[in-house]
C-alpha cells in the first residue's frame, strides 16, 4: 500500500524566513497531495493541494511542488509569521480510492520571533 | 470552526468501562470517517461511511464500534479499551466518495478531536 514520509519531523525558523518540508510518497497511482495544517486544540485543516498534472501551485505565502518522477513533492512557506507555528501535514492520494488518505507523520514548525 | 464538532473534548475512562465519542457535522457533506492520531504517528484512518453506509474499516480492532445513523451524525462506541488506544480520535466528513473522474477529489474537513485517556 501507499507509504508517505516526511522529512523534517521539527523545524525552527527565524520569523521572516522560509520554511521548506518534504514528503515522499511510494504508490505512483497517487493523484492527489494535499498539506494539512494542525494548529494547538483544533483538527487538522487543508492549507493547499495539488493534482498531479501540474508541477506547481502557489497560494500568497505558501507554494507546492511536485515531481512525479521523483515521487516528490514539498511545502513551501516564504515570510514565515509566528501564526505559522503548528504541527503541518502532508498526505497523498487517488481518485480510485478517494477515501484513502495517507498522511505522513508531521512536521511540527516553530517560528522564532 | 470548520462545521464538524466532536463530544466530549476529553475523556478519561478505565478499562472495563463503555463509553461513546460523538461527531457531528453542520455541512451537508455525505461521507464521514474516524481518524486515530497518536504521539509522532501519522493520522490512522480508522472507518469510512458514505451514506450512512460503512465503507472501510481498516482493520481495526472489534472494541471500537462504530455508528452513523445519519449522515450528520457519527459516534465510535468503546468498549474495553487497553492503555495503548489513547491517542486523539478525529471525525472527519466530505461531500461524499466521488471517485474516478479527475478533480472528483472531496476535501476533508476535520473536528477538533475527542482526547481519550485509557487507564
Known amino acids: 500500500g501507499e507509504n508517505v514520509e516526511q522529512h523534517p519531523s521539527t523545524l525552527s525558523v527565524q520569523e521572516g524566513d522560509s520554511a521548506v518540508i518534504k514528503c515522499t510518497y511510494s504508490d505512483s497511482a497517487s493523484n492527489y497531495f494535499p498539506w494539512y495544517k494542525q494548529e494547538l486544540g483544533k483538527g487538522p485543516q487543508l492549507i493547499i493541494d495539488i493534482r498531479s498534472n501540474v508541477g506547481e501551485k502557489k497560494d500568497q505565502r505558501i507554494a507546492v511542488t511536485l515531481n512525479k518522477t521523483a515521487k516528490h513533492f514539498s511545502l513551501h512557506i516564504t515570510e514565515t509569521q509566528p501564526e505559522d507555528s503548528a504541527v503541518y501535514f502532508c498526505?497523498?492520494?487517488?481518485?480510485?480510492?478517494?477515501?484513502?488518505?495517507?498522511f505522513g507523520s508531521g512536521t511540527r514548525l516553530s517560528i522564532r520571533p | 470552526e470548520t462545521g464538524v464538532t466532536q463530544t466530549p473534548r476529553h475523556l478519561v475512562m478505565g478499562m472495563t468501562n463503555k463509553k461513546s465519542l460523538k461527531c457531528e457535522q453542520h455541512?451537508?457533506?455525505?461521507?464521514m470517517y474516524w481518524y486515530k492520531q497518536s504521539a509522532k504517528k501519522p493520522l490512522e484512518l480508522m472507518f469510512v461511511y458514505n451514506f450512512k453506509e460503512q465503507t472501510e474499516n481498516n482493520s481495526v480492532p472489534s472494541r471500537f464500534s462504530p455508528e452513523c445513523p445519519n449522515s450528520s451524525h457519527l459516534f465510535l462506541h468503546l468498549h474495553t479499551l487497553q492503555p495503548e488506544d489513547s491517542a486523539l480520535y478525529l471525525c472527519?466528513?466530505?461531500?461524499?466518495?466521488?471517485?474516478?473522474?479527475?478533480?472528483?477529489?472531496?476535501?476533508?474537513?476535520f473536528g477538533p478531536g475527542t482526547r481519550l485517556t485509557v487507564l
Open positions: 498526505a497523498a492520494s487517488s481518485y480510485s480510492s478517494a477515501s484513502k488518505i495517507i
Open positions: 455541512l451537508g457533506h455525505n461521507a
Open positions: 472527519a466528513s466530505s461531500q461524499d466518495l466521488s471517485s474516478g473522474a479527475m478533480g472528483s477529489y472531496n476535501e476533508q474537513f
